[in-house]
């Protein structure tokens, strides 16, 4: 018995937008907004998407310290007390 696995159907894209629609929205948050209100956006997006990277690494760093302390004998820990 062969497992071929040949024709996988694989969406990688989770939005799969094209540059039609994303002109488009871009246009329809321009008329929502206005111009002088869109780099505030920007901005706001930008730093909310740069909180959002720090929260994960801290917690990404927290887990992997959890877990090698976890994983180290009680002995080999060295002389934290």
Known sequence: M???ITNVDVNY???????G???LIFLVILL???????P???RGLG???NEFKDAVE???????????KADN???????QE
């Open 2 to 4: 062969e497992d071929n």
């Open 13 to 19: 894209g989770m939005f799969n937008l094209g540059t």
């Open 21 to 23: 629609e994303l002109i």
């Open 32 to 38: 929502l907004f206005g111009a002088k209100r869109l």
């Open 40 to 42: 505030e956006l920007a």
């Open 47 to 49: 730093k909310g998407i």
């Open 58 to 68: 801290t917690s990404k760093k927290e887990i992997l310290d959890a877990k090698e």
């Open 73 to 79: 004998p009680i002995g080999e820990e060295g002389s």
